[in-house]
């Protein structure tokens, strides 16, 4: 019964595809979209009352359940919002079609237990987001952007095919429960490989250091796809590491792969969001630091807190990609209340009324395991107080106590919700505290919120004006990805658009060789 799920959106991209009229094919998506709920309700339904089978093509796992019910709500959301948005745009059915297909896909790979039939869903989901990403084909940024995106996919999905060919030879089985059921304490090498693969597919799908850069490039996208991106198909690198969980957390290479590449990325990429003026760029950025976060969470065993990263950041960045039209009210509101600089005074006393009340939440809700989340919560919450008291009318002492104290039991109480209804599935594999691993993500978020105070508080000092140029520049990392992709796949605008954009040349040479040949 699975199956129809993402048959219904195929069949629906399908039609939309074939329809010659705007309002049939908006007619058409949304008719699927309202549908999609009735049908999810009896696939969990059935999901309730069967025991899973190891050797179904589709499997009814916990986190693939909470997965397709973010999909069909965000498929719900995005629908809804396109009715507006695409009215009047050119080759409407076309951008129906394209984002039911990708729909669909994601909804095959989310309920897949066939490592090849994942697989061949995780490869539609990319070929359905180029067309997606190529709307605007005039958009020679857009273009350059979505071949870059299109040749790291090809090597995500080569990576993913290997590593699943090892874990088949290894145990002589396609099927993903059977298989993740089957992994001992003991890794073989070919399992080590296949570890170290999947970690690679995740970072690249996560856009990841230093392949990042695809990602705050195609900004130039419909805005609805923009939401799709960053609020859904970006996550499925976590849904991923998530999936394997049982095999990654035992390799220690793989796991140090995901510390090391997603704690660089977490701590550059927020502090790179800062130097940003373009809305979409800068929550682009803020994507690419929380998947490094949420790779972190899961590198240090935090299984539970991972789900709940991936489920609310899902949430929170397709509204805040469909409500970026705002942003500029936002921006003349934070320009007429500006804070002051906040003294060693208050940043000491935030910082101890911080700790005070996130050691309080960690010792009521039973806490064990690393203690980084629990650090970074803190640092969050004295940057908060130090605001909240340095601005002409101080936030008074008892508001921030019951603002501190509600966020960090809502913290600790979401992780405690989702560990007790994780339990018994891979919630167990908690990390351990002070380890190796602990300890370099704490220093991450040490360093993350040392040099985010400096850049917003004391810019005038010449190594952070210094340092501020250079994440102005992105660290200068996407610069190399950039003339690769130039050399391998030339951009070349159609023939239409050639006179209509005969200036580009003048600011992007690189792409005038293309259009040449």
Known sequence: MTFLLPALFAVSGILCGLSRLERHAACIALWSVRSAPLLLLGILSSWLVTTPDPQAAFHGSLLSALMLILVVFMAWVLVQFSQHYMKGEQRVAQ????????????????????????????????????????????????????????????????????????????????????????????????????????????????????????????????????????????????????????????????????????????????????????????????????????????????????????????????????????????FITRRAAPDDTPTP?????????????????????????????????????????????????????????????????????LKTALGWLFHGHIASHTGIPLSAADLWVSGIFISLFVLAVCLRYYAHLAWVNRFSVILFAGLYMDEWFTKVTLKIWPVALPAYSKAKHHGVSLLFPNLSKGWKK
């Not at 700790?355 to 039973?366: C, G, K, N, P, R």
């Not at 989340?373 to 936030?395: D, E, F, N």
């Open 345 to 413: 005074i208050i940043w000491l006393s935030a910082f101890l009324f911080s700790a005070i009340t996130v050691i309080f939440s960690a010792l009521f809700w039973h806490y064990q395991g690393p203690m980084s989340p629990w650090l970074l919560m803190a640092l969050a919450l004295t940057i908060l107080v130090a605001q909240g008291r340095s601005i002409p009318k101080p936030v008074p002492w008892p508001r921030l106590l019951m603002l501190t104290f509600g966020l960090s039991l809502l913290y600790g109480g």
């Open 95 to 330: 951008y129906y079609r394209w984002l039911m297909l990708t729909l669909a896909a994601v909804t095959l790979t989310l309920s897949s237990n066939h490592l090849l039939s994942f697989w061949i869903g995780w490869v539609g989901i990319s070929l359905g987001l180029h067309f997606l990403l190529t709307f605007y084909p005039e958009r020679p940024r857009a273009i350059l952007a979505a071949h870059k995106k299109f040749i790291l996919a090809r090597v995500a999905e080569l990576s993913l095919l290997v590593a699943f060919a090892l874990l088949y030879w290894e145990h002589q089985t396609w099927y993903l429960l059977e298989l993740m059921s089957d992994i001992d304490d003991a890794l073989s090498w070919s399992e080590q490989i296949a570890a170290c693969l999947i970690a690679v597919a995740a970072l690249m799908k996560c856009a990841q250091l230093p392949v990042h850069g695809w990602l705050m490039q195609v900004v130039e996208a419909p805005t609805p796809i923009s939401a799709l991106l960053h609020a859904g198909i970006i996550n499925l690198g976590g849904y991923l590491v998530l999936t394997f969980y049982p095999l990654l957390h035992l390799s220690h290479s793989a796991t140090w792969l995901l510390l090391i590449v997603a704690g660089f990325t977490t701590l550059f990429s927020a502090l790179i969001m800062t130097t940003r003026i373009s809305v979409k760029v800068r929550l682009a950025w803020s994507t690419s630091a929380q998947m490094g976060l949420m790779l972190l969470e899961c590198a240090l065993g935090l299984y539970e807190l991972a789900v709940l990263h991936l489920l609310t950041h899902s949430v929170y960045k397709a509204h805040a990609f469909l409500n970026s039209s705002s942003a500029v009210q936002e």
